[in-house]
Every structure is written in structure tokens, then in C-alpha cells.
């Protein structure tokens, strides 16, 4: 049976991004009603559901069988007088009793079979939803959402769930229908002395909801915790070799440790609530059942019930007690799980502010490259919502044009090109990509339209050849290879141990940054889109690679339209217009020659730039 990849979700109305509302998650008491989120997963998978009740069922069933079994066997199997006839009388009776056993084990190994599937089952479609859902995020969910924490959730939280649903759960509805069973039968058998029995167990649910209250609150609490200490190691990791550069790993492992002791010290307190809890149920129960068994040696005693008899109601007051036990124990996993659900949900129903349309236009097909235009645009990060980051901005690049972004750090060039792709929407202003609003095209097609080289080149785990078909999956291995010629990677991947096969390493830290930078430049080329965007493609490179690289881009703008966001001349004087950025406005267009002449922030800028370069 294969997994559910389209599973319906309806998750209810929750905070658009969860870490923003993390005090408040934290203060939120975990209800068991959560786990109805579950739904959506376990729907796919009634059959098996209803097979593993039906086992489930049978199981329970068979367990309360055996002490009617059991007082048969006392009270018949000893009748005859002479020893032989005893021991003929006995056997049809253990024979029972080991059927009893036989169909016991039988269909409790069905039931842990189909139900532990079901957890695993149930948990893989639950994490990948999560997963593929989170990755539909814009960058605003980032921005206040730690990677740690969304990791936190997809692992532990996931493992929580895994456990009730493949577990706890089973066991919990077995104990509960033996429990009742047992209590049934011993009301059945002593109606008199099981009434009592069941007016003092009353008395113990009140202080029981009390405790699971308490319980449900500190369970929440405690996977908050253990979040924090996945997004603080997931933080450090990736930043380990500036860690390191600046010897804060004493200061970083003491901030870990911080934080796992806050985990441990709210796991502690839940585990001694939940202890708590589970002396006192079964405490109460046992006080209360032994009274029964009591009254119960008193009517024998009396002659008013056979010792078979009390055999049965003890066999069946152990079933009852080891069930509330069980079902102690049950609850709390279930606490766990009803709080690990609420995070896994609020992920689920984060809903990212960049939406697609409902009915999207199609793209014609372009021959030189995308027209692109930008006009009146105002733009304001949702982090920074009183400093924009765009104002008034018109932009317009014809096709096959190349143009160059300058300015200094924070003119907000690299927000074009967020906005471009469309991690963000202008809060006014329109963008049009080949004569159509950004906002009326699906994602995937605007997205497909568009080749971006960023500044830092991420390099993904895996060999260089599927590295460089990131741009374009289907590629052939000789457009791939074509690829990274053209980007002048070729010559240096011959050159690793296993070629194009070798593994690169997590973030490629097997290779240097210009090599880096010149395989993010082959998957561009591969992909060969109508609209380049090249963030400072160059900045890793030595003089030697940058001349190639150069060269290479030289080739591949070619045809297509461009937008380069620039510092170095040698890129800048390649465009066939300038355009110069300062505080989210453009105050200068035109060529290299014509902006020095003008003597403004450009001719500033590249004074800079050729002071430093005579100085080194």
C-alpha cells in the first residue's frame, strides 16, 4: 500500500505563522480534541483501521474468556472422586484454556502487526505533508520561524504521534474493553458489592481531571523546550567554522546546555505530574477493587459462591486493575501526542501571504528573452514595516537587454529580485512579466521562466552531476556536461575523484568557493530561461576564474534578458544600461561613461572602486 500524497487537509483557522505566536502556544493547554487533526491522515487507511479494531476486539474478548475458563476448570475439573477420573476431567479443560491462549496470541500479534503499520503509515504521510507544506512557504514564514523549530516538529513531534497512533492508542482501546468487560462481569457476578466498588471509583475521576489538566499543560511546555534546542543546533551546525573562528564553542555548547536543561527541568516536572497521576489512579482503583475482593472471601466463606467463582472475580479484578494502569499510562502518551498534534497542525494551517491566482494565465512563448517592468512599486518587508524597501520605483527591461543594479548596501536591489520571483507582493505598484501581472500567473510557470545565480551558491548533498541538473531535472548527462563547459566547470570536476560522481559534501565544503559559485552558474545555464538574474555571480571568483566566468555569462545572456546586480566594473560596463539604486529609488540611469561624467552616486561609487584597486 502505497502513501497518500494528496491527503485533504482542514486544519482550522490558526496563527499564519506559529513562532510568532510562541508565548501564547506555550500557555495553551493541549487538549485531546487536537488529535481529531489526525483525521485527514487515517481516512486513506478505514480498512486497515477497522481490521485492527476488529482484532483489537477479538483480543479483548479472549482475554475475558479465560477466567470463565479458569472457574470451570476449579469447579468441575475437581468434582470426581478417584484421582484418575480427576485428571481425565481436567484435561478438556486445560485444553479450553489453551485454545484461550493460542487465540490470544494470534490476535494480538494481528493487532500490534496492523496497528504499529498504521503508526508508521500514518506518520511518514503526516511528516511529508508537513514538509512539502513548509516548503511552499514564502520567506515572510522564515523570517520569525527558526529552522530548528520547523525541524523540531517534522522529527520529534511526528515520533510522538507515531507512538500513540501505533501504540498507545491500541493498547489504550484494548485496556479499555477489558477493563470494561472485567467491570461488567464483576458487577454481573457481585451486583451488590461492585455497586459500592463503583461509587467510590467515581470519587477518583474528579481528581484524575484535575492532575490531566496539569499534565496536558506541562506536555505542551515540554516539546516548546526541546524546539528550542533543535533551532539552536541547527543554527550553531551550520555556522560551525565562524564558531570556531571566533572560539565560541565553550560559550555555544553552554548556551545548549541551557537550553536542554530548561527541556529536562519541564520534562521533569511533567513526568512527576504524570507520576503522580498514575499512583494515584491505580492507588484509588486497587483500594477500591480489594474491597470488592474482600466482601468477595466473605461470601465464600458463607457458602454463598463457589471458590471458582471468587477464582473468576479475582482473574477479573486484575484485569480491571492492570487496565486502569495501562490506561494511566495511556492517557499521558495520549496528553503528549494531543499537544505534539497542535504544533503539527498550526504548521499545517500556516498559509503563506504569497497566493497563487485562481484561474492562471498562460505565458505566450518569448524568441530573445522576457520583457519585465516594474511600475510605482512600494514595498515594505513584513519585519520592517515602517522602512521601505522599495518607493516608487519604475524599472522596464526590454527583451534580450541586459541591465545592471547598483548602489550601496540596502538600496534594495536584492529586493527586485525577491520580488521578481515572487517570495514577496508589492504592497502597491504593479509587475509585469512579458505584458502579464506577476500576481495572474501560477508560481511554477513565472518561476520556470526565471534563472537566478545567487551570491552565495548553495551547493546541495549529493554528486556534481545532479547538482547541476537541479536547473533543469530531465537534462541529458551531455546537456549537463555542455553545461558546466560553458561555465567553465568542467576542467576541475575531470579533475575530482569520481568526476561528475563525486559527492560533494553537505553545502559542497569539498570545493572552494569560486568552484562553488561556477556549478550554481552551469545549473543556471542548464535551465536556460528568458530572464536571467545574477546576484554578484562573480564575487567568489579569483581574477583566472572570474575572466571565465565572465566570459561564460557573456555567452549566456545571450538571447535573454537580464538583470545583474553588480559592483565589479568588469560586469557593470557589459550592460547595456546602468541603473543606479539609493534608499529603495533609483537617482541615476544611463551607461558607464555618461554616469561617471555626471559626477553623482555612480561616479562615487566607481571612484571608490578604482582607488581600491590601484591601492591594492
Known amino acids: 500500500m502505497t502513501s497518500t500524497t494528496n491527503i485533504p487537509l482542514q486544519a482550522p483557522a490558526l496563527p499564519t505563522n506559529p513562532a510568532a505566536q510562541g508565548s501564547a502556544s506555550q500557555r495553551a493547554k493541549a487538549n485531546p480534541k487536537a488529535l481529531s487533526g489526525l483525521w485527514p491522515f487515517l481516512r486513506p487507511y478505514r480498512t486497515r483501521i477497522a481490521l485492527a479494531g476488529v482484532f483489537l476486539i477479538l483480543a479483548a474478548l479472549t482475554t475475558l474468556v479465560f477466567p470463565v475458563a479458569l472457574k470451570n476448570l476449579i469447579d468441575q475439573g475437581f468434582i470426581s472422586a478417584s484421582p484418575g477420573d480427576r485428571v481425565m476431567a481436567l484435561r478438556p479443560y486445560f485444553l479450553a484454556l489453551f485454545g484461550v491462549g493460542v487465540a490470544l496470541g494470534v490476535f494480538s500479534a494481528s493487532r500490534f502487526y496492523v496497528v504499529t503499520w498504521l503508526g508508521e503509515r500514518v506518520t511518514a504521510d503526516l511528516r511529508n505533508a508537513v514538509y512539502a507544506h513548509v516548503l511552499q512557504q514564502s520567506p515572510e514564514f522564515f523570517e520569525t520561524t527558526q529552522t530548528g523549530e520547523v525541524l523540531s516538529r517534522i522529527t520529534t513531534d511526528t515520533t510522538v504521534v507515531q507512538t500513540v497512533v501505533g501504540s498507545s492508542l491500541s ?59 533543535s533551532a539552536i543546533a541547527a543554527e550553531v551546525l551550520n555556522a560551525v567554522a565562524v564558531v570556531q573562528s571566533y572560539t565560541q564553542e565553550r560559550a555555544e555548547s553552554a548556551r545548549f546546555s541551557q537550553a536542554s536543561e530548561s527541556a529536562f527541568d519541564t520534562a521533569l516536572r511533567r513526568t512527576r505530574m504524570r507520576s503522580v497521576l498514575v499512583a494515584f489512579l491505580i492507588s ?41 494502569a495501562v490506561l494511566a499510562e495511556v492517557w499521558g502518551d495520549v496528553l503528549r501526542a494531543a499537544g505534539a498534534t497542535e504544533r503539527l497542525m498550526e504548521l499545517l494551517a500556516a498559509r503563506s501571504p504569497v497566493a497563487e491566482p485562481a484561474q492562471p494565465q498562460p505565458l505566450p512563448t518569448t524568441q530573445g528573452g522576457s520583457s519585465l517592468s516594474l511600475h510605482h512599486a512600494l514595498f515594505h518587508y513584513p519585519s520592517r514595516p515602517d522602512q521601505a524597501a522599495l518607493q516608487d520605483f519604475d524599472l522596464d527591461l526590454r527583451p534580450g537587454e541586459t541591465v545592471a543594479l547598483v548602489g550601496p548596501s540596502g538600496a534594495g536591489k536584492s529586493t527586485v529580485f525577491q520580488l521578481l520571483l515572487r517570495f514577496y507582493d508589492l504592497q502597491s505598484g504593479e509587475i509585469r512579466l512579458d505584458g502579464h501581472p506577476l500576481t495572474t500567473l501560477a508560481l511554477k510557470d513565472l518561476r520556470q521562466r526565471i534563472g537566478l545565480v545567487p551570491q552565495d551558491s548553495v551547493i546541495f548533498s549529493t ?124 537617482v541615476e540611469q544611463g551607461r558607464h561613461a555618461d554616469l561617471v561624467a555626471q559626477g553623482g552616486l555612480y561616479a562615487r561609487l566607481a571612484a571608490l572602486q578604482f582607488d581600491t584597486a590601484a591601492f591594492h
Open 171 to 229: 493498547m489504550g482501546l484494548r485496556n479499555s474493553v477489558m477493563g470494561l468487560g472485567a467491570m461488567v462481569m464483576l458487577v454481573i457476578t457481585n451486583p451488590y458489592v461492585m455497586g459500592q466498588v463503583m461509587g467510590i471509583l467515581v470519587l477518583v475521576v474528579l481528581p484524575a481531571l484535575y492532575f490531566g489538566r496539569r499534565v496536558r499543560r506541562l506536555s505542551r511546555a515540554s516539546q516548546d523546550r526541546v524546539a528550542d534546542t
Open 284 to 324: 484509588a482503583v486497587f483500594g477500591a477493587l480489594l474491597w470488592g475482593l474482600y466482601q468477595g472471601t466473605q461470601a465464600v466463606l458463607a457458602g454463598r459462591i463457589t471458590a471458582g467463582h471468587l477464582g473468576e472475580s479475582i482473574v477479573y479484578v486484575t484485569l480491571l486493575v492492570s487496565s486502569v
Open 463 to 586: 554528486n556534481a552531476i545532479e547538482n547541476i541538473r537541479y536547473g533543469r531535472p530531465e537534462a541529458s548527462d551531455e546537456e549537463v556536461i555542455e553545461a558546466a563547459k560553458a561555465a567553465f566547470a568542467h576542467d576541475f570536476l575531470m579533475r575530482l575523484p569520481q568526476g561528475y560522481q563525486t559527492f560533494l559534501g553537505e553545502r559542497g565544503v569539498r570545493l572552494s568557493g569560486g568552484q562553488r559559485q561556477r556549478i550554481s552558474i552551469a545549473r543556471a545555464i542548464l535551465k536556460n530561461p528568458p530572464l536571467l538574474l545574477l546576484d554578484e555571480a562573480t564575487s567568489a571568483l579569483d581574477a583566472e576564474s572570474e575572466r571565465m566566468v565572465q566570459a561564460a555569462l557573456d555567452r549566456a545572456m545571450q538571447g535573454r534578458s537580464t538583470l545583474v546586480i553588480a559592483h565589479r566594473l568588469a560586469t557593470v560596463q557589459r550592460a547595456d544600461r546602468i541603473v543606479v539604486m539609493d534608499h529603495g529609488r533609483i
